[in-house]
């Protein structure tokens, strides 16, 4: 079964940090670029960072930069979101997601493999 599996969550004081990881299963993850995204309760999905297949090349969301680094192990088969100085407004569920379509996208619809999510609360 192909699957994604977040993990890493929880509740942390503002300006505390993070580490989510991202596992698949059942495909071969450094074949997908693979990308984060975030969704607040009555918010749009807005798109986190993203890392190409081989981890040269990432990009964030203008909020993250400098706060957010995301890196990927190929050999484990695993993604992380490393996340720094969070904020009461980092608080969303956090979703990663592979495609193997494009070199590397920022746009959601282009993910073909989506995770469960894992809830991120950051208390002020």
């Known amino acids: 079964q192909v699957q994604l599996v977040e993990s890493g969550g929880g509740l942390v004081q503002a300006g505390g940090s993070l580490r989510l990881s991202c596992a698949a299963s059942g495909l071969t993850l450094s074949t997908y670029a693979v990308g984060w995204f975030r969704q607040a309760p009555g918010k749009e999905r807005e798109f986190v960072a993203t890392?190409?297949?081989?981890?040269?090349?990432?990009i964030y969301g203008v909020s993250m930069k400098g706060r957010f680094t995301i890196s990927r192990d190929n050999a484990k088969n695993t993604v992380y979101l490393q996340m720094n100085s969070l904020k009461p407004e980092d608080t969303a569920v956090y979703y990663c997601?592979?495609?193997?379509?494009?070199?590397?996208?920022?746009?959601?619809?282009?993910?073909?493999?989506w995770g469960q999510g894992t809830q991120v609360t950051i208390s002020s």
């Open positions: 997601a592979g495609q193997d379509r494009v070199y590397i996208t920022t746009v959601a619809h282009q993910y073909d493999i």
């Open positions: 890392i190409s297949r081989s981890g040269s090349n990432t």
